[in-house]
């Protein structure tokens, strides 16, 4: 399903978020540290800065992605008698520190990608200005 007048279209705007790829130009060049978004692509100068707390939601996706990958699979291995509740509580809570902190980078490139693919006419390929309009 193609929208005519995108020159990048939705599943490209995926595809670069998977890749952790600016989703203007599909170049790497988004990130600033390991926990910051650069103000603008490094590449094309597409703008990344949104209002502020716009990608705090990569917080909300990372405990729900510590609860899956770590503390259910612990919760599972308590209930089975493999290890204690003491044992897994020490697990879970330093592996879902850690397990956040390592996907961090990843969760602010798909929450930049994930923006684009609600609104793929927002990008300047696409004759957009890169960011919402505030006025």
Not at 105 to 127: I, Q, S, T
Request: one cysteine or more; proline letters at 4%.
């Amino acid at each position: 399903m193609s929208e005519p007048g995108l020159k990048v279209t939705r599943g490209e705007i995926a595809l670069r978020g998977l890749r952790c790829a600016c989703p203007n130009c599909g170049e790497r060049g988004l990130l600033a540290s390991w926990f910051r978004l650069a103000k603008a692509c490094r590449s094309c100068g597409m703008d990344l800065e949104r209002s502020h707390g716009f990608y705090s939601g990569t917080t909300s996706i990372g405990y729900v992605a510590a609860i899956l990958v770590i503390l259910v699979p612990l919760c599972f291995l308590v209930v089975h008698d493999v290890i204690g509740a003491r044992a897994a509580v020490l697990i879970g809570m330093s592996g879902s520190a850690a397990f956040i902190v390592g996907i961090y980078p990843v969760m602010l490139c798909w929450m930049v990608a994930a923006c684009h693919v609600a609104l793929p006419g927002d990008l300047p390929a696409n004759g957009g200005t890169g960011r919402r309009g505030e006025d």
